[in-house]
């Protein structure tokens, strides 16, 4: 172990480097210009892992971005961690919030700013290093397997079909993700659960073309309006989602869940001071907590219609559009919920409108068992390197696939995330702080150790 | 007469020619970049006033876009016409619903499809070749002055100070604007009223920056789904406004004057058709031609926030934003009404998130009084040229420079409008159909004819 810290110890500025000459490329997934960066992007990944020590890396291409995995195998009866992680990133925009650019990462007051610091190209990375260290200090005490895909942030539509191909290729006796949030490096925690997904685009149309507001205001029904109106619906004044059926499915936290998650630090007032609110906000008889950990919400991501330019268009539009998007918790199917949503759209669109809703994409809630070996060597890890015991939470992101993993690959999945949730995922000037980023480094080795040692 | 009729006739391709070439400038005023377009345009109108025979034409310039002032004194006891027009147009987009370029002009099944066709280049320059025509023909019975602007389409911001400044300048017995439609050439009409304009853009801000919809989402208020419950507020289950005191200076149309206008032809199912949609909308209690036309309205013309490009984002923004204008009828005042709505929609404003308000730009509603000279000289022209008396109708446009016309220089309005509600004004294909502008302008001589008559 004094070996893995010292080896780190002086390969600190490298491993830095590394990640900013990846962090440089704009591995966008939702749009068509960033094609080639996701090709480039994947080729970088291939070579990390190869510099790193690992046996392989092979790039598979997809009906969309390519997948790489990258193995090293250094004894079959070994016990063997499959590590998931995504090279790909949110789009950056806004881009006039961002204080440098997305993809010219900076380092300032020991954080490097880029979009994909730590979401999750930073986190995903510390893998890597943490690789590199094991096997340059002789010390794997693991097979180590790694699956990097480029569709994360826009619901991975081609992992599905790559994984039921590649059972055999991704046997392994735990997937370990490093894409969730810890509360703070004075208290780490741990997450055991992950919400899924159901996002739609709605568009509501009135007339067949853009009116004179003058014209034939007040007598034609306006898109905006009728779709302002079905949004302000879909919750009711205790702010609970109005869709008929929404909760039924929805495993209800108990007592003694809900009592231990009170007493995870949080502090209300920095809450709102940190984000420059003057009220929080939410489902009636839960804390904000609980809000974005056990209980599902409905969002809306984005909102357009009619003149949107400089000055005033006396425009009566045509159409008007919305993204909106839940979060789920157990038992909570997507594609269940993505039904229910949509039709409850259709059935409240109001008269001289019609409304169409696809689904963009989703992803099922997945909860991690706190008795599994996988859990206990990672909160072990933890503690080795923190000098505390982690606090199990819920977060409240989405990692879609997995339902999946589970269910075609038999594996339970540990989430060890060393992001903070101050680090501005899907927002502008994304961080995330160097001291994270080594102490993530300097943790994953416990893991593969204390892993091994328990089996 | 039949000297004018003649001259008209043989001119016809010419006039239209010019038509295309004024209508090929893209004089929007609401865009910065066209800034050198808008002078530009306002070249083209002087050198065509001249070319028409005016004794003298000038550009003015202002804060904003330059005025243009042309005359042709005959002789100064005969009584004087102001023509008032806009060279500006509204901003074409959306523009991938045009089907030829908003300023390529396109002449199709006898009618010219370009941004400012009817409104108002088509329309004032009517006047121009209605000038040309009595000029030529010897056969001018007044005064003529041109006052054609450049910022209507925005306000009209500029104009209130010139004409104050120009009262002299600006002397004459009536105010002669075509900028309104009539029913059809058929069903000749002519509009009696022009409707206010408050015209308002709106900001909620929720958190200082874009968060991860997941970490966050149903805990932090959503300024798209604040604004939206804003929005849907604004109408009670009537769809009359809510705004406490909006209605108090409306000045509620009588039984005579509902019934004559229950008897302008209207057939719903045309209407319904002709724009796509199965129902209409509107206030309860009053019939479409009513809420268009007696009735003030309150209108989305735009609304955006948060991720609105291609695929899914999983952000909960910062900020939303809305266009709202409220068309206006007597004795309601703008500036009143604008302080109500921005107050109002600070009153409404949910906790978590912060409102900000501010005017684009207003305009008070004007009546003509149909005992006045200048409207019999419009009607009997109308019936000299289509054989039938117009019908005087409502119209829900708004034209805001006509209550200041009225105060500063003591004139009457006269809207003798030869447009189409089917012209698609601030819409996409917007055209005017070479039937009505020959029309138009083979009926204007006959206006100064019999205002000169009549006197």
């Known amino acids: 172990m004094k070996a893995w810290k010292d080896y780190q110890e002086h390969k600190k500025d490298r491993f830095l480097n590394e990640l900013i000459e990846l962090l440089k490329i704009p591995s966008v997934s939702a749009r068509r210009e960033h094609r080639e960066d996701m090709v480039r992007c994947a080729e970088a990944v291939k070579e990390s892992l190869l510099a790193a020590g690992a046996d392989k890396a092979t790039i598979y291409p997809t009906a969309g971005h390519p997948i790489v995995y990258g193995e090293k195998i250094s004894d079959p009866s070994k016990p063997t961690v499959l590590v998931y992680g995504h090279y790909d990133v949110q789009p950056p925009d806004p881009l006039d919030l961002w204080h440098s650019g997305p993809f010219d990462p900076v380092v300032k007051d020991g954080k490097i700013f880029a979009r994909g ?26 097979n180590i397997k790694f699956l990097i895909e480029g569709e994360e942030e826009v619901g991975s539509p081609n992992l599905a079909e790559f994984v039921k191909a590649n059972k055999a290729l991704l046997d392994a006796d735990v997937i370990l993700i490093s894409d969730t949030a810890m509360i703070s490096l004075d208290e780490p925690s741990i997450d055991i659960g992950v919400r899924g997904l159901a996002y739609i685009e709605v568009e509501v149309t009135g007339p067949n073309r853009d009116l004179h507001s003058g014209v034939y205001g007040g007598a034609v029904a306006n898109p905006i309006t009728m779709l302002a109106r079905m949004i302000a619906s879909l919750h009711d004044e205790n702010n609970r989602i109005t869709i008929p ?7 209800e936290s108990g007592a003694e869940e809900r009592k231990l998650m009170a007493e995870a630090p949080f ?3 920095e809450y709102k001071k940190e984000l420059g609110i003057d009220a929080v ?3 009636k008889g839960y804390t904000t907590n609980e809000r974005t950990g056990i209980r599902p919400t409905l969002e809306l991501n984005g909102i357009w219609g009619g003149y949107t330019g400089e000055g005033a268009k006396t425009v009566l539009p045509s159409k008007a559009f919305a993204k909106i998007s839940c ?23 109001p008269a001289g409108v019609t409304v169409k809703a ?30 505390k015991q982690p606090i199990p939470v819920r977060g409240g992101g989405s990692i879609p696939i997995c339902a999946l993993f589970e269910k075609e690959l038999g594996l339970k999945i540990i989430f060890m995330g ?38």
């Not at 930073?122 to 200090?137: C, L, N, P, S």
């Not at 909570?332 to 259709?346: A, F």
């Open 281 to 283: 906000w939410g489902e």
């Open 358 to 387: 696809e689904l963009h994409h989703g992803g099922e809630p997945y909860m991690t068992p706190i008795d599994s070996i996988g859990f206990k060597a990672a909160a072990k890890a933890i503690e080795a390197t923190f000098g």
């Open 418 to 455: 060393f992001g903070l949730d101050s680090d501005n995922l899907h927002s502008p000037n994304e961080k995330f702080d160097l001291q994270n980023y080594y102490k993530g480094i300097e943790t994953i080795p416990y893991f593969h150790q204390y892993f091994a040692e328990m089996q």
């Open 117 to 142: 610091a730590c979401d999750d190209k930073g986190q995903f990375y510390m893998h890597v290093k943490a690789m590199e260290t094991m096997i340059r200090t002789d010390s794997l005490p693991t």
């Open 267 to 269: 502090n209300e007032n």
């Open 327 to 349: 979060r789920l918790v157990p038992d909570q199917d997507s594609e269940k919920i993505t039904r229910m949503l949509i039709d409850h759209l259709y059935k409240i669109a």
């Open 245 to 251: 059926g929404f909760y039924d499915d929805v495993v």
